[in-house]
């Protein structure tokens, strides 16, 4: 090949890396700022807590009072789903959609009583952390 050859061949392969590259800056999703994570400085203090809670998103302020420690969720999460320690991950999950279910029974009922459905609400989000507690670490 002869010099200029080379030289279409380098500068089409240039250009075409330029126009592929702002290709991909024009249809690539731009996130919004306020979802990255600020630099924390390494004077600022940890703010997580000292006691780990697993907490959900509560419905209202009543229901905030049914979040359990971590400590608690590890003692009693076979309790809480009704299941033996040694479950498999099928049992957990079965008592998992039927605890829920039971629940919803209760919450959806237009006969139950605004405290039945309280408590019901209370015992979902119990179910549901103990759930996520143990789902991890039996997969």
Partial sequence: MRTFDWIVVVG???AG?????????????????????????????DARPHAPMLRLPAPDAESASS??????IGRGWHSILGVPEGASVAEIERAYHSKLADCDR????????A????????????V????????????
């Fill in 12 to 14: 089409a392969g240039i």
């Fill in 67 to 72: 979040e359990l420690s971590l400590d608690e």
């Fill in 17 to 45: 890396w330029l126009l592929v590259s702002w290709l991909f800056a024009r249809t690539k999703p731009q996130e919004p700022s306020e979802s990255r994570p600020e630099p924390r400085s390494e004077r600022e203090p």
């Fill in 115 to 126: 405290e039945a459905k309280r408590r019901a609400e209370e015992q979902r989000s119990r």
């Fill in 106 to 113: 209760t919450r959806f009922s237009p006969d139950a009583s």
């Fill in 128 to 139: 549901s952390q103990a759930f996520e507690f143990i789902r991890p670490l039996r997969q």
